[in-house]
């Protein structure tokens, strides 16, 4: 149904837009000289193979370097200057936006300082250049081409799935909603800048918090470093003497259908977080009794053992497991399950080192058990414990803190790139 036409807005194919503002695309842009053709880079023959990088020259830009409005070119090949300025195009400059288009479809940056005068782009990657930015703000039309007008528009022009391309003429078809004065479009470009600044800021709150865990972890579960009012020595024991209860997970029969979907939660490898509280996927009672599995009681430590191993955390809720997870339930005079969880997340390189196999590699509760660890009597386990769930409750904290902020910044793009919201 069409949209009632409040005063001051009009009509588009993209919805209701002000007055003032215009519903343009790439091509119209193009053809008015504001922005530059845009371009890719080399196909063909010509195109740089694996066999011409070198370990310094021109930055050599793939679409996985383009990720979440980040230019990443530490990480990316070069490609001899030589070799460079003898290419016919793609050579992207500092101030220029960047836009995957083929397979990974739709991510965008900014080329920032770079060491050579230009950057060499794949036929993977689109450079926009703004030639008259009186007419368009560069910040502006980054923010608009990582809104959900354009994406959608984006995605849907490039076919979709694994094998989703737009071509540069296909872009020029692209959809550009554009406010006529230069100060609303820096207005608008301002105001998502900040809340990616505000994004930006948490995230590497986080980091930072995540390394100061990662310490406390090396130094609180090795004994290098000890609480107050504890002292004594730590005690070299296999993990056999603080277990009371340990067994691998198992599947029923897939062909019965049957054996799923009723009340018994059942962990698989996705389902493992620090703390599990519920699981993508369940058993019914008479799956369970039909495979080795077994039902864990809430509290028990959960521990993949073959595949991806050493993915840790307890479980809140009675539990199954899938094989190559298993549950361990520990004697609570020895062992404290949450010291135990974060004693397994600083020790899954020994536990790797254990692994056994000829094509899938795991480590069997036979092997486990053997393990040894250096470990603390049961009160200064809970006592460190406590030191590392209290960090943890501040990372998720602040992770709940970036995911709101992602969700204002969201309804923000929406207000702003639709002139719903006006700034000025």
């Known amino acids: 149904m069409q949209e009632k036409i409040r005063p001051g807005y009009k009509q588009t194919d993209i919805g209701l837009v002000p007055e003032d503002w215009d519903v343009l695309l790439v091509d119209d842009l193009v053809m008015s000289g504001v922005i530059e053709k845009p371009m890719d880079g080399n196909h063909g023959a010509i195109h740089p193979k694996s066999s011409d990088f070198v370990d310094f020259g021109v930055p050599f830009v793939m679409a996985n370097h383009v990720y979440q409005g980040v230019l990443d070119l530490d990480t990316c090949p070069h490609i001899s200057r030589k070799q460079a300025d003898s290419l016919q195009k793609g050579f992207a400059r500092s101030g220029d936006i960047l836009l995957t288009h083929k397979a990974t479809i739709g991510e965008t940056a900014i080329v920032g300082k770079i060491p050579f005068d230009y950057i060499m782009l794949t036929p993977q990657v689109t450079f926009y250049r703004v030639r008259m930015p009186e007419k368009i703000s560069r910040d502006y039309l980054f923010h608009y081409f990582n809104g959900s007008i354009f994406q959608e528009h984006l995605k849907l022009l490039s076919g979709g799935g694994t094998r989703s391309y737009i071509g540069i003429t296909a872009q020029r078809m692209l959809r550009v909603v554009l406010p006529r004065r230069i100060v609303e479009q820096n207005a608008i470009a301002d105001a998502l800048s900040d809340a990616d600044a505000r994004i930006a800021a948490l995230e590497a709150l986080i980091a930072k918090k995540r390394d100061i865990k990662q310490a ?147 480590v069997r509760p036979p092997t486990l058990v053997k393990i040894e660890g250096l470990f603390p009597e049961i009160v200064e386990q809970t006592a460190i414990a406590e030191i590392l769930s209290d960090m943890d409750a501040e990372l998720a904290a602040l992770e709940a803190e970036v995911e709101k902020a992602h969700t204002i910044k969201q309804g923000m793009m929406q207000n702003l790139l639709t002139g719903k919201v006006r700034l000025v």
């Open 216 to 362: 406390a972890m090396q130094q609180l579960l090795t004994g290098k470093t000890r609480l107050p009012g504890f002292s004594g020595e730590w005690e070299v024991k296999p993990l056999g003497d603080l277990i009371s209860a340990i067994g691998d997970g198992g599947t029923p029969a897939t062909s019965n259908l049957q054996n799923f979907g009723g009340g018994v939660h059942w962990v698989v490898i996705d389902d493992i977080k620090p703390e599990i509280w519920t699981t993508k996927n369940s058993l019914s009672e008479a799956g369970l009794a039909r495979c080795s599995a077994k039902l864990w009681p809430a509290g028990t430590l959960i521990l993949s053992t073959g595949a991806t191993i050493g993915e840790v955390g307890v479980a809140r809720i009675p539990v199954a497991t899938k094989q190559g997870i298993c549950g361990i339930v520990f004697d609570p005079r020895s062992a404290h399950v949450q010291f135990m969880k974060y004693w397994f997340s600083l020790n899954r390189p020994l536990l790797l080192s254990k692994a056994q196999g000829s094509t899938i590699f795991e």
